[in-house]
């Protein structure tokens, strides 16, 4: 995998990403259930070529392991996790030199009123530090799902179109330019007519039903 270098130098990431704050607040990505999350997946033992999904609530939300009937499949999703929160604790998913890595990630972000380019930048920041790491692995980054306003609920979320369409194109453009794959989820799951995510594979227009999981897994499954 050959990967556009970061600007800044590797070590003076990985110092930002252990540093907290200057004074050891927590950042606003460390909640609850963040830190429950976090210190669980450092607790447990790492296993050979581990296939990794690694996000927010939609990749928590998936039963990964079942769907594609393969015990080498570890779930890395945190609900309300941002790109910010996934540079943190990333160390803990190239520790274990995975085969495989999913990700997806940014719609948080964007809801949290993140710009588009922070966003764009900190996800390739991301598949950078797992190549420096763990050179062997094969990321896959996937484009953000799209959302649905109609439903009513997380407007923060859903009003975020443009930008996920923005996002998605340059991740695209970007993956081009290197060996990194881009797996295009979004086409697959907008409805015909817009933009906006197919109400048969959502109920509250931004977290998907078993039948979104399913379709999901239909388009990675020659992947894995």
Not at 80 to 89: C, I, M
Not at 104 to 128: C, E, M, P, Q
């Amino acid at each position: 995998m050959s990967i556009i270098k970061l600007t800044l130098p590797i070590v003076l990431v990985l110092n930002l990403m252990l540093v907290v704050t200057a004074d050891g607040q927590e950042k606003s990505f460390q909640t609850t259930y963040y830190e429950q999350r976090r210190t669980l997946f450092e607790s447990l033992p790492n296993s050979k070529k581990e296939i990794i999904f690694l996000g927010n609530s939609i990749t928590d939300g998936g039963e990964w392991a079942e769907l594609f009937q393969n015990k080498r499949i570890k779930n890395r999703g945190i609900s309300g996790d941002v790109t910010e929160g996934l540079l943190f604790r990333l160390y803990e998913v190239t520790e274990s030199k995975p085969a495989k890595v999913f990700l997806l990630i940014g719609i948080n972000d964007l809801a949290r009123g993140i710009s588009k380019d922070t966003v764009f930048n900190n996800i390739y920041r991301i598949a950078s530090l797992i190549e420096e790491h763990s050179p062997k692995t094969k990321v896959y980054i996937q484009s953000i799902l799209p959302v649905n306003p109609e439903f009513g609920k997380f407007s923060g979320h859903c009003s975020k179109t443009e930008e996920i369409m923005w996002i998605n194109q340059q991740l695209r453009e970007w993956c081009a330019k290197t060996s990194v794959p881009f797996v295009d989820l979004f086409s697959h799951f907008k409805n015909e007519d817009n933009n906006w995510i197919n109400p048969s594979y959502t109920n509250d227009g931004l977290h998907l039903t078993g039948e979104g999981y399913q379709l999901w897994a239909t388009i990675i499954q020659r992947l894995l």
